[in-house]
């Protein structure tokens, strides 16, 4: 026998909450699963990528084990193969790159967020665009061509004043009148000065955009109180952007990390870690797998895969660090009530 | 373009003045003010004096160009791109747009308390309140700082309530407490002049009391200009009223002004005793 509740309705016991349609009109419905087929495809795609390298890489790392972290030289016919001078390589030329860029980008992004008269925002704003669409073949020869022939001036001037600090020390007589301009070419330094410029858009245009969304009354706020603009910039600009700062630079380490052809051009190829990085030859991953990738045999393309799935993995690590970076800021967030 | 009857009595010396005697705070003088943004002309030949030791409150409809007056009295009206003015504001007789006058002194002389309390979030309450001193680049030594926080909190009525946290973040206050901050932060840098832009309109009502409070205080130190829609507090905390308004695509201008008790009481003009007691606006 069922006993009747005789409460009202709303008063009445729910074992299960009601199940609601969304009631969501066909187009809603058309348009969520195409962006949906669409996004999960893209993810599909990264993450085929990553079990392709990592695939690749199983026996490479099964046939070389721990070796193939240590060992310097990469000579697949020696049987001896292994990625540490092209790991300290890579990270040399990406911190050059970001030693120069951080600046350039950081100061760049201020002046246009904060210092450029508005009519010229918008000119600046493309103009600095426009660097990131130049073709990196492009800076790669302008590199190697322009670049390099001046810029071993300025690793001369370094090595001969301050080549007591050991990253700066080049084994030559940089005093010497007639000296040796060989050594100093073809560099992770040169390579480096390169890569910056292809890295400061990035870092310029995510700095920027994070500078902009500073909030206004805070700004005010500065101003009011007879701030001049550096001391408002100082106080409120820099430490509303910090996280866009820090993300900006990391996107930049990321792409300094994989750029290729540009470095390929200008570094002469070794295999030795060195860490004095005025003096000449150097190498990294993406320029070792583009330049060994066309003679490669079946063996030594799965080594060099194996190099590619590292670098992947070092870029994916350090994206996903600036991505929570980035939204970690309180971009947006004014002062709450 | 009427003119209204009552403008005359705006440059003359109030009552208030003569009884201020020996000179607290500074006397703030607007002659002849218009503003532009852009072609757009919001302001038009708006005169009025605001003496030492008086709460002057700007009332009038949204959109009349009381804040835009207000902003233009201590040269925060040029932030905006493309606004223009003509016209002197004189504090203490000098023009503070003259050339050879710096503008971060001008603004640190006349301070300003925002609509929207908007202390600086990543700073403590005890550093919000010395961000003045940072910024215009005044050194001070570590007790005299301590005793000015102090002294700046008290002033603001606050000290009481975070004296036991001072290291805590700004922003981690209540509305009215972070409004109260930013007062305290205004005064830390001893202006002369403390302009107020709707300062409790996003107050609940103990806190806008408590704000009240603080103006009736600062009184006797400081020259204070408060905007306000709300006309209780324009009676309660003013000595005077400016009244503007801005008819039909005309600028703004100041229909009437003079002691709060005879806007509030006797107005002369029909639209200020219509808006005073509600009937627009």
């Given at each position: 026998?069922?006993?009747?509740?005789?409460?009202?309705?709303a008063?009445?016991?729910?074992a299960?909450p009601?199940?609601?349609?969304?009631?969501?009109?066909?187009?809603?419905?058309?348009?969520?699963?195409?962006v949906r087929v669409i996004?999960?495809?893209?993810?599909?795609?990264?993450?085929?990528?990553?079990?392709f390298l990592?695939?690749?890489?199983?026996?490479?790392?099964q046939?070389y084990g721990?070796?193939?972290f240590?060992?310097?030289?990469w000579?697949?016919?020696?049987?001896?193969v292994?990625?540490?001078?092209?790991f300290?390589?890579?990270?040399?030329?990406?911190?050059?790159?970001?030693a120069?860029g951080?600046?350039?980008?950081?100061l760049?992004?201020?002046?246009?967020?904060?210092?450029?008269?508005?009519?010229?925002?918008?000119?600046?704003v493309?103009?600095?665009?426009?660097?990131?669409?130049?073709?990196?073949?492009i800076?790669?020869?302008?590199?190697?061509?322009?670049?390099?022939?001046?810029?071993?001036?300025?690793?001369?001037?370094?090595?001969?004043?301050?080549g007591?600090?050991?990253?700066?020390?080049?084994?030559t007589?940089?005093t010497?009148?007639?000296?040796?301009?060989?050594s100093?070419t073809?560099?992770a330094?040169?390579a480096?000065?390169?890569?910056?410029l292809?890295?400061i858009?990035?870092?310029?245009?995510?700095?920027?955009?994070?500078?902009?969304?500073?909030?206004?009354?805070e700004?005010?706020?500065?101003?009011?109180?007879?701030?001049?603009?550096?001391?408002?910039v100082?106080a409120?600009?820099?430490?509303?952007?910090?996280?866009?700062i820090?993300?900006?630079?990391?996107?930049?380490?990321?792409?300094?990390?994989?750029e290729t052809?540009?470095?390929?051009l200008?570094?002469?190829?070794t295999?030795?870690?060195?860490w004095?990085?005025?003096?000449?030859?150097?190498?990294t991953?993406?320029?070792?797998?583009?330049g060994?990738?066309?003679?490669?045999?079946?063996?030594?393309?799965?080594?060099?895969?194996?190099?590619?799935?590292?670098l992947?993995a070092?870029?994916?690590a350090?994206?996903?660090?600036?991505?929570?970076?980035?939204n970690?800021?309180?971009?947006?967030?004014?002062?709450?009530? | 373009?009427?003119?209204s009857p009552?403008?005359?009595?705006?440059?003359e010396?109030?009552p208030?003045?003569?009884?201020?005697?020996?000179?607290?705070?500074?006397t703030l003088?607007?002659?002849?003010?218009?503003?532009w943004?852009?072609?757009?002309?919001?302001?038009?030949?708006v005169?009025?004096?605001?003496?030492?030791?008086?709460?002057?409150?700007?009332i009038?409809p949204?959109g009349?160009?009381?804040?835009t007056?207000?902003?233009?009295?201590?040269r925060m009206?040029e932030?905006?791109?493309?606004?223009?003015?003509?016209?002197?504001v004189?504090?203490n007789?000098?023009?503070?747009?003259?050339?050879?006058?710096r503008?971060?002194?001008?603004?640190?002389?006349?301070?300003?308390?925002f609509?929207?309390?908007?202390?600086?979030?990543?700073?403590s309450?005890?550093?919000?309140?010395?961000a003045?001193?940072?910024?215009?680049?005044?050194?001070?030594s570590r007790?005299?700082?301590d005793?000015?926080?102090?002294?700046s909190?008290?002033?603001?009525?606050?000290?009481?309530?975070?004296k036991?946290?001072?290291?805590?973040?700004?922003?981690?206050?209540?509305?009215?407490?972070?409004?109260?901050?930013c007062?305290?932060r205004?005064l830390?840098?001893?202006?002369?002049?403390?302009?107020?832009?709707?300062?409790?309109?996003?107050?609940d009502p103990?806190?806008?009391?408590?704000?009240?409070?603080?103006i009736?205080?600062?009184r006797?130190d400081v020259?204070i200009?408060?905007?306000?829609?709300n006309?209780?507090?324009?009676?309660?905390?003013?000595?005077q009223?400016?009244f503007?308004?801005?008819?039909q695509?005309t600028?703004?201008?100041?229909?009437?002004?003079?002691?709060t008790?005879?806007?509030?009481?006797?107005?002369?003009d029909?639209r200020?005793?219509?808006?005073?007691?509600?009937?627009f606006?």
């Open positions: 026998m069922t006993v009747l509740d005789e409460r009202p309705p008063f009445q016991d729910v299960e009601r199940v609601i349609d969304p009631g969501l009109p066909t187009a809603d419905r058309t348009f969520r699963g195409v996004g999960l495809f893209v993810l599909l795609l990264t993450s085929a990528i990553g079990i990592g695939l690749q890489a199983v026996p490479t790392l046939k721990l070796s193939f240590t060992e310097t030289q000579e697949p016919r020696s049987n001896t292994g990625i540490a001078a092209v300290v390589g890579t990270i040399e030329v990406a911190l050059v790159a970001l120069v951080f600046p350039l980008a950081l760049t992004a201020l002046f246009i967020s904060e210092y450029a008269p508005p009519r010229l925002k918008s000119s600046l493309s103009l600095v665009d426009l660097m990131a669409a130049v073709p990196s073949i800076y790669g020869l302008w590199g190697f061509m322009v670049l390099q022939p001046h810029a071993i001036h300025l690793s001369r001037w370094l090595a001969t004043y301050l007591w600090i050991p990253i700066f020390h080049v084994d007589d940089a010497s009148a007639s000296w040796q301009q060989s100093f073809a560099s330094f040169i480096g000065l390169a890569v910056s292809m890295v858009p990035l870092a310029c245009a995510v700095m920027r955009g994070v500078f902009a969304l500073a909030p206004l009354g700004r005010e706020a500065a101003f009011a109180l007879g701030s001049t603009r550096w001391g408002m100082r409120v600009v820099l430490p509303f952007g910090r996280g866009g820090i993300g900006g630079t990391m996107l930049a380490l990321g792409r300094a990390l994989g052809i540009a470095v390929l200008i570094i002469s190829p295999f030795d870690i060195k004095n990085i005025l003096s000449v030859g150097t190498n991953f993406s320029a070792l797998i583009a060994r990738f066309g003679e490669a045999t079946a063996t030594q393309l799965s080594a060099l895969l194996t190099a590619g799935f590292i992947f070092m870029t994916i350090i994206n996903t660090v600036a991505a929570i970076f980035v970690r800021s309180r971009s947006g967030a004014a002062t709450e009530i | 373009m009427a003119i009552s403008l005359e009595s705006i440059t010396p109030t208030l003045d003569a009884a201020a005697g020996a000179s607290h705070g500074a003088e607007a002659d002849s003010i218009t503003a943004f852009g072609s757009n002309r919001v302001l038009d030949r005169s009025l004096t605001m003496p030492s030791r008086t709460v002057t409150a700007l009038g949204s009349c160009g009381k804040s007056f207000l902003r233009i009295l201590n009206h932030q905006v791109p493309a606004a223009k003015l003509a016209g002197e004189r504090l007789g000098d023009d503070i747009y003259s050339p050879g006058h503008i971060t002194d001008t603004r640190r002389r006349i301070g300003m308390v609509q929207k309390p908007n202390p600086f979030p990543t700073m309450i005890a550093e919000n309140v010395t003045g001193l940072k910024l215009t680049g005044t050194r001070i007790g005299d700082r005793d000015l926080v102090e002294r909190l008290r002033r603001a009525g606050i000290w009481d309530e975070v036991d946290r001072l290291d805590a973040l700004g922003g981690a206050l209540s509305g009215g407490q972070q409004q109260r901050l007062i305290a205004s830390a840098v001893d202006p002369d002049v403390l302009l107020m832009d709707e300062p409790c309109s996003a107050l103990t806190s806008t009391r408590r704000v009240e409070q603080t009736e205080e600062l006797d020259t200009v408060i905007v306000t829609h006309m209780q507090q324009a009676f309660r905390v003013s000595q009223c400016a503007f308004l801005a008819e695509g600028p703004g201008v100041i229909i009437e002004s003079g002691r008790e005879d806007i509030f009481g006797s107005p002369t029909p200020t005793e219509d808006y005073v007691n509600g009937r606006g």
